[in-house]
């Protein structure tokens, strides 16, 4: 599967982005999805995941009650919508697919970047 992910951009604090990453292929359904970012000078970190059917989603600690990952498996997105947003949610975010049952700290596949910058 082919990821493409869109909708970076320069934000102020408090602000809100809407990231979404397209998938080619026509097995999405079938991949576990999810978000990870990488800030500069910092590891790349998971953000959210979503399951299969979209029933199951799961997000680390510091996103939990701003960001909402979801899915559309008809349309083959992903989308992470980022609320509330803080300078340290500045980092490239990548979106992935896995084939397990859940996204794993290592999944199968990556897109390429886009740049979430949020100013103070």
């Known amino acids: 599967v082919q990821l493409q992910a869109f909708g970076g951009g320069l934000v102020q604090a408090g602000g809100s982005l809407r990231l979404s990453c397209a998938a080619s292929g026509r097995t999405f359904s079938s991949y576990a999805m999810g978000w990870f970012r990488q800030a500069p000078g910092k590891e790349r970190e998971f953000v959210a995941r979503?399951?299969?059917?979209?029933?199951?989603?799961y997000y680390t600690d510091s996103v939990r009650g701003r960001f909402t990952i979801s899915r559309d498996n008809a349309k083959n997105t992903v989308t992470l919508q980022m609320n509330s947003l803080k300078p340290e949610d500045t980092a490239v975010y990548y979106c992935?697919?896995?084939?397990?049952?859940?996204?794993?700290?290592?999944?199968?596949?990556w897109g390429m970047g886009t740049q979430v910058t949020v100013s103070s």
């Open positions: 992935a697919a896995d084939t397990g049952v859940i996204l794993s700290s290592k999944p199968d596949y």
């Open positions: 979503i399951s299969r059917t979209g029933g199951t989603t």
